[in-house]
């Protein structure tokens, strides 16, 4: 159909153009010859292209522009065969081209009507041309109507490359047309890309908008956090410490003597108050982390001393489980390049935490290094961690067991302030768990090349039955 419809714009447009140069020709070539002759009764057939061939080429061209184009060819080519047939009925002579005009009618018919059309009118002009010359020749002589022939060849010859010609023409009219079908739909697609495009680009911009709020939102409740606990940590801390150091001095006898259970409620109270003190270091020093105040001091240290402050400092907190705790420190300890009070608090979290979670069985630290890294390692035998809770572990006051932690005091900020102090120190934190037998954790820290310390065999102390 688009195809069709495409073949017939260029068939109108073609007649359009043809038929006013055709008919201004005529028209122009007919008026000289009747200016030059007078006589009206000898000119008459003249006469009559003067006067009705505009008006029906105007016919036909109006038909044409109201897309009745098949109507408006065949009153333009049958009214110009019929005014040529008259002129040669009245003038026709032998040597006469007159009928050589009629291929100008066929060649126009193959490109306005169809292509087979030329043979058809081929064909009437072959007849109007041998009853034209009957006509003029008389008394009738055969020998004059042989001399059409030749006309009639030549005319059939153009007839036939006329319509091998239209043929052609209309091929590639249909191959335009179906590519211009084509470039129509891959041009509307394209449009509804664009428009796609269009619309995801601002479903994009929405959510960046989105994104941009949620951003600041959370920057601003962060920094609300962050102001809030250090602030609170500050107010809290010079109170909890008054309390706690004058529990110690009642404790002592300085305000008088003291009975049993007073002395059990100043010690509970001096215990209680020092967890409290931890859990308002940890508040601050993640209040510190978030803000970015959080400064460390490096220097080359000695790890030794590190594992052991961190070993004495927390194997008094569960004396009374029957734990054994390991020491297997290598013979030669690397130094490493670190802040010593805060790689000891990133240890201790980790020896808490498996004092905390082991209620038999051992803690062990191990130490070990290669050419490039140290592993410091803390193993215990405890509760373990679920697979699916690993992953949450270093997340901030995430505790992987509620039930566990409510008996067991912790603000679960442990592992993440550990894992912030061990990154600030150029290592990592891996973590290895199985449910209900056990975890590893296992420092990996940069070796600082300087000398090497020597340090002891494994050894083993057990808790709650003897002591070290």
Not at 116 to 123: D, H, K, Q
Not at 204 to 218: G, K, M
Not at 258 to 273: A, E, K, P
Request: aromatic share 12%.
């Amino acid at each position: 159909m688009r195809e069709r419809y495409y073949s017939r714009e260029l068939s109108a447009d073609t007649s359009s153009i043809i038929i006013p140069a055709v008919t201004g020709l005529a028209f122009l070539v007919c008026l000289v010859i009747v200016a030059f002759n007078p006589d009206w009764m000898e000119f008459w057939h003249f006469w009559i292209i003067v006067i009705f061939y505009p008006i029906t080429s105007y016919t036909a061209w109006f038909q044409i522009q109201n897309d009745r184009i098949e109507l408006g060819n065949a009153i333009f080519i049958t009214t110009s065969i019929l005014f040529i047939t008259i002129i040669m009925a009245q003038t026709w002579h032998p040597t006469s081209p007159l009928p050589y005009l009629f291929a100008i009618f066929v060649i126009i018919t193959s490109m306005t009507l169809r292509p087979e059309a030329s043979f058809f009118v081929w064909g009437i002009t072959s007849i109007l041309s041998v009853l034209a010359a009957g006509y003029t020749v008389r008394p009738f002589d055969l020998n004059y109507i042989y001399t059409l022939l030749w006309p009639i060849i030549i005319n059939f010859i153009l007839a036939l490359t006329a319509y091998l010609v239209a043929y052609e023409w209309r091929f590639a009219v249909e191959s335009i047309s179906e590519l211009h079908r084509k470039v129509r739909y891959r041009r509307n697609e394209l449009f509804e890309v664009q428009e796609e495009l269009q619309h995801t680009n601002f479903i994009l911009r929405s959510l960046n908008d989105e994104i941009d709020n949620a951003r600041r939102e959370a920057v601003e409740e962060k920094e609300i956090r962050t102001r809030f606990m250090n602030t609170v940590s500050h107010e809290l801390r010079t109170p909890l410490n008054s309390i706690v150091n004058f529990a110690h001095i009642l404790s002592q006898g300085v305000r008088g003597p003291l009975t049993d259970g007073q002395v059990d409620y100043l010690s509970r109270i001096q215990h209680s108050g020092w967890h409290l003190l931890s859990v308002l270091n940890d508040l601050l020093d993640m209040a510190q982390i978030e803000a970015g105040e959080f400064d460390l001091k490096y220097a080359p240290t000695n790890l030794h001393l590190v594992c052991e402050e961190a070993m004495n400092n927390t194997t008094g907190l569960q004396l009374d489980k029957n734990i054994s705790v390991i020491r297997d420190y290598p013979e030669q300890w690397p130094m490493v390049k670190a802040d010593p009070m805060r790689l000891q608090q990133a240890i201790i979290n980790l020896l808490g935490n498996a004092f905390k979670y082991t209620r038999e069985g051992f803690v062990c630290l191990r130490v070990r290094s290669d050419e490039q890294r140290v592993y410091i390692t803390v193993e215990d035998s405890g509760i373990g961690i679920k697979e699916e809770n690993i992953s949450k572990i270093f997340e901030e006051f995430h505790q992987v067991d509620q039930n566990v932690a409510r008996r067991r005091i912790g603000t679960g900020l442990g592992l993440s302030i550990s894992k912030h102090l061990v990154e600030r120190h150029g290592g990592s934190i891996q973590v290895e768990s199985e449910f209900q037998k056990g975890s590893k954790f296992t420092i990996t820290l940069p070796i600082f090349k300087g000398e090497t310390l020597n340090g002891s065999q494994p050894t083993t102390i057990k808790l709650g039955t003897t002591n070290e």
